[in-house]
């Protein structure tokens, strides 16, 4: 399974928009990038999934460069309610997810 | 609120107690998780059961039996816990063994005295 690599923490001001990069080098051509969050004291969370094209969702936005060497997350405009641990995790598909460090973005009012 | 819920929320027992934790979702859906989570951690893949059978085992030691009565339930029984074994366990379930998106509840606080 592909590795991915998220900076280790990030922070964002209230109302700004949030820009959470993931390289992942050697992923494979039917491995899709998943983004999860987890808000401290409660489970994980969905965010979105891609393969190949940029996807938006209700929660966020994700861009995967042409090349899939790496994707960005983006919440459009923050709220202290986004700080939390986000994952973005590699997978052929969904029945053994494993998570790596995540990035922990703190919103600031 | 989570559509997968988790009993009991905090669990607090000694290393000769049998203790049980449950996870149950309406859902519908097929694949059931187990997952353990240590303090500033990711979580990390226990057992995976799809169609109500163990379909990935992480090499998990003994202490942890895992159950699947049927399509809705998930147990995980512990007996002889370590004081390291002490995590927060988190449930999950997805529409199928390769649906998406994974459904979590808030997990079990386990404390091993």
């Known amino acids: 399974d592909a590795k991915t690599t998220q900076p280790t923490s990030m922070d964002c001001a209230e109302g700004r928009a949030a820009n959470l990069p993931c390289n992942h080098s050697?992923?494979?051509?039917?491995?899709?990038v998943y983004w999860y969050r987890q808000i401290h004291s409660q489970g994980p969370q969905y965010i979105i999934h891609g393969l190949k094209n940029n996807e938006t969702n209700e929660m966020a936005s994700l861009i995967i460069t042409e090349d899939r060497k790496s994707s960005t997350l983006i919440l459009p405009h923050a709220t202290l309610r986004d700080t939390a641990v986000y994952y973005c995790?590699?997978?052929?598909?969904?029945?053994?997810?494993?998570f790596g460090a995540g990035t922990r973005l703190t919103v600031k009012p | 609120d989570t559509e997968v819920t988790q009993t009991p929320k905090h669990l607090v027992m000694g290393m000769t107690n049998k203790k049980s934790l449950k996870c149950e979702q309406h859902m519908g859906h097929r694949a059931m998780y187990w997952y353990k989570q240590k303090a500033k951690k990711p979580p990390e893949l226990m057992f995976v059961y799809s169609y109500e059978k163990l379909s990935i085992n992480e090499s998990v030691p003994s202490r942890f039996s895992p159950e699947c009565p049927n399509s809705s339930l998930l147990n995980l029984h512990l007996h002889a816990l370590q004081p390291e074994d002490s995590a927060l366990y988190l449930c999950a379930s997805s529409q199928a063994p390769t649906g998406w998106p994974l459904h979590f509840g808030n997990g079990t606080r386990l404390t091993v005295t």
């Open positions: 995790i590699v997978r052929v598909n969904n029945n053994d997810m494993r």
């Open positions: 050697t992923i494979s051509g039917n491995e899709y």
